[in-house]
């Protein structure tokens, strides 16, 4: 299994503002994703994030208001941008290090004002 | 539209008693399911999974079983201790080319009782 790690843990931030998340993993991977779970739902892909190429979005998440960034093979961020209140939500970042495991880092608790 | 479904949005057992948590699918094209453990406050801990192409896995009190035909899995835990008081998803991936996507239940709260 992989060791992932999130920076911040969790924060409050304010309408309008941003705020990047960092993953790290104790190893390298081809492969990271974005997950993001809002509060009663369950764990939605946002996008999957390869070293040396754009991120890959899913339907109904955009680039401009999630931007990520995947400067090597052990690390990620993801930004939210211009949040609201329906930004809040857990979001998590994670590996696949086989076709079909995926490890979990510990997430980040974000509450928008 | 909820691709993979657990209908039981919380279960209670009696520690030592099996916990079955049931989950329900619409795609044939799935290929593995995965199921994941959550405590509050931490990231999905990654439990088990099953190809498609199997009926049954086991790793120690965890046993998953898969029934195509009816579209659905289910997940035993025997004997159920207190520590496995969580919250449950099932996950699918959803086929070659979709390396990395999961598509989660809504999950399903265990109580393991003492």
Known sequence: SAVISQKPSRDICQRGTSLTIQC?????????????????????????ANQGSE????????????????????????????????????YLCSVAPSYNEQFFGPGTRLTVL | ?????????????????????????TNSMFDYFLWYKKYPAEGPTFLISISSIKDKNEDGRFTVFLNKSAKHLSL???????????????????????????????????????
């Open chain 1, 24 to 48: 790290q993993v104790d190893s390298q991977v081809t492969m990271m994703f974005w997950y993001r779970q809002q509060p009663g739902q369950s764990l939605t892909l946002i996008a999957t």
């Open chain 1, 55 to 90: 991120a890959t979005y899913e339907s109904g998440f955009v680039i401009d208001k999630f931007p990520i960034s995947r400067p090597n093979l052990t690390f990620s961020t993801l930004t939210v941008s211009n949040m609201s209140p329906e930004d809040s939500s857990i």
């Open chain 2, 1 to 25: 539209d909820q691709q993979v479904k657990q209908n039981s949005p919380s279960l209670s057992v009696q520690e030592g008693r099996i916990s079955i948590l049931n989950c329900d699918y």
């Open chain 2, 76 to 114: 035993h835990i025997v004997p159920s201790q207190p520590g496995d008081s969580a919250v449950y998803f099932c996950a699918a991936i959803p086929g070659s080319g979709n390396t990395g996507k999961l598509i989660f239940g809504q999950g399903t709260t265990l109580q393991v009782k003492p």
